[in-house]
């Protein structure tokens, strides 16, 4: 037996509160590495792939990058159409895996660059995409609106366990602050956050923090009703299963009267338009 010696990764063993790593570090053995230049464009990186490269540079700035999470800061436009290359080789090796012909199957051919453009542009482009600007109105005239508001959101999202489709509706809720944003601004959001791997539990959460940010209310409600892929098409099979979950903040909370007219929109909501 040789004796190896360890070489420390300069990314992964690199003081935490030290953010300025070194930009070039060397190769560890055949191990991939990154030389990363200021947008890791073909000269940014020479062995390993972009989504390695990029990996790396979150894990070294402490940036989670769970299927939840908003990756935007770190993926650009060119990123992604590299990155969706990337994704359509490890696409086909999981089709090579599931044994499916791909090269004389009509329909498996270009199945391995749909799944991947899917992923990257419709199910998970919450991820990738920044927030969606939500321009913000002045609400502190003399006759400003004091009321309730209750947006209804379709919603289409993926759990992030079985990667199987979330379907339901947001019913979000807020008692206005000094600012208003526009009414289409509440769906954009919400669907910004379900587009990603999600919990019900947190996406409820991701609304209503999103809400809260673009609107400086602290009175937000958020109520999400869905249907789970994989309840309904994999192991329990329930075909007519209902998730609901609830988040209350500010006079949603701690109003009972404010609780109650908000769950009463929701159902004139429904009577208006069942689902
Ligand atoms: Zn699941």
Redesign the pocket.
Known sequence: MTNKEFTPDPVFHSDIDNKFVADEYKPLGKEVYIKAGEDMSDKGYQEGTLAGAIRMRMRRDNKRFWAGDNISDYVTDTHKARLIDEATLAFETVLDSLLIDRETDPNSRGTAKRLAKMYFNEVMAGRYEPAPDATAFPNDSADRYEGMLVVRSELRSM?S??H?PVAGVAYIGIIAAQKLIGLSKYTRIAQWCARRGTLQEELCNDIAREIEKATDSENIAVYIQAT?G?CENRGIMAHSSLTQTTVLKGFFKNDPGAKKEFFDNIKMQQEFAPR
């Open positions: 759990c366990h079985h199987q789970h994989c």
